[in-house]
């Protein structure tokens, strides 16, 4: 995750992180990625189960979906215990659609008494303005609703008539009732074209977050490995994001925006700045620093509606062992697992230009799940990383490195 905003129009210096010790538990939430204990940020996916139809689903979800297999509220109240007294700092409840589970709001209640921070990823279209009350009072910290694109082109990809619109109305409901709500958008060839809709939208609804999601090649999503940019055309989608950030910044709405799931942003952001503003990309590269890039393994975890445990929510083709068996905790903690524990210091793994990436630390090898989708290999170069062999060179004059 790389703060497009904390970094490029400098609403976030590197003393404030500091300040709290950087450490998860003290940090607030807009600060976390700079954890230096990376206590990992945790998405259970409560349910396969959904109401749409998702082009690029990585859980391959629908409404066929039996929910047979999902963990009970009982074992779900036992997984929130298990991640309080862990220390993560961050619950974020997912898919499927998690509001189809009866029982959502008890578990989100439940993490709140428990003290964790939770967030609710949702597709937006089955809340109502009781609902949106509910998850006010529960106390949420964020409610993050995906679009595709604007109208009809959100309805084609999501396999249901109307669902912007009804997306577009939870929005509403949620600013209205008080909770903290923003966008979700997987960025592809399809859709890359309305990313200025999406910054209209954010501008017009006065939204305070919106996260641009780089395709991942998992579940239904490895359908569109060609549909994905080219190296040239994220470089532009990248400049044009940056280019509307600021934008939103100097017309005086600073909206949080974000981009995920490719940590070769961070090293080009800086490349940017470094030739507008030098001053400013020697603090960056600081903050991207205690970022440390991707974290799947390390930072971030997952857990299916089965109870398996996965290094993200892209994994579910390896498991480090499953809730119903052995506490997360100590699953997160196994020694003995050699995946696990090489993801948390991928250095001496990483094959071809990632292993001689002079970026390396501030990019964490990127993703893993993407190179062995393309190659079969773990830990062979990340095909989605569109910086040049020139841009990573080690020879390369780099005075802030």
């Known amino acids: 995750m790389i703060g497009i905003s904390k970094l490029y129009c400098g609403t976030v210096e590197p003393s404030d992180p500091l300040r709290y010790g950087r450490l998860s538990k003290a940090l607030p939430s807009h600060l976390l990625q700079f954890s230096k204990d990376k206590k990992p940020v945790v998405v259970w996916n409560v349910t396969k189960r959904c109401n749409l139809r998702c082009v690029h689903c990585y859980a391959k979800s629908d409404d066929h979906c039996a929910g047979e297999d999902e963990l009970s509220t009982e074992e ?60 006010q009072q529960v106390g949420l910290s964020y409610v993050g609703i995906s679009l595709d694109g604007v109208r009809s082109y959100h309805d084609r990809f999501r396999g249901v008539e109307g669902a912007f619109d009804a997306a577009m109305r939870a929005v509403r409901i949620c600013r209205d009732v008080g909770i903290k709500v923003g966008l979700r958008f997987t960025i592809h060839r399809g859709n890359a074209s309305q990313i200025p809709d999406i910054f209209d939208l954010v501008e017009q609804e006065r939204l305070p977050r ?70 400013r990309a020697r603090e960056v590269l600081e903050l991207l620093k205690m970022n440390q890039g991707n974290s799947s393994g390390h930072g971030l975890g997952c857990i299916s509606w089965d109870g398996e445990v996965h290094a993200d929510q892209f994994w579910r083709h390896h498991s480090f062992g499953n809730i119903r068996n052995r506490p997360f905790s100590e699953i997160w903690n196994d020694p003995n697992d050699r995946l696990l524990q090489a993801l948390k210091d991928k250095r001496p793994h990483l094959k071809g230009r990632c292993a001689v990436c002079r970026w390396l630390d501030i990019c964490g090898g990127n993703f893993r799940v993407r190179a062995e989708a393309v190659t079969g290999d773990i830990w062979a170069p990340d095909p989605a990383c569109y910086l040049t062999d020139e841009e990573i060179s080690v020879s390369q004059d780099e005075e802030d490195m």
Do not use: W
């Not at 999503?221 to 989608?237: M, P």
């Not at 400049?239 to 490719?262: C, F």
């Open 76 to 135: 779900g109240r036992n997984l929130i215990d298990d991640l309080a007294s862990f220390g993560v700092p961050v619950l974020l409840l997912s898919g499927g659609e998690p509001l189809m589970r009866r029982d959502i709001l008890e578990l989100a209640r439940y993490a709140r008494q428990r003290g964790l921070r939770v967030v609710l990823s949702t597709n937006g279209t089955l809340i109502d303005r009781p609902l949106a009350k509910a998850l």
């Open 210 to 279: 919106i996260c641009f999601y780089h395709l991942v090649y998992a579940g239904r999503g490895s359908r569109l490995i060609q549909q994905d940019l080219t190296h040239e055309e994220t470089r532009a989608v990248v400049d044009l994001i940056l280019d509307r950030t600021r934008l939103l910044h100097q017309r005086g709405h600073p909206a949080e925006v974000l981009t995920v799931d490719n940590h070769a942003d961070g090293p080009y952001l800086y490349l940017r700045l470094r030739r507008e503003d030098p001053k």
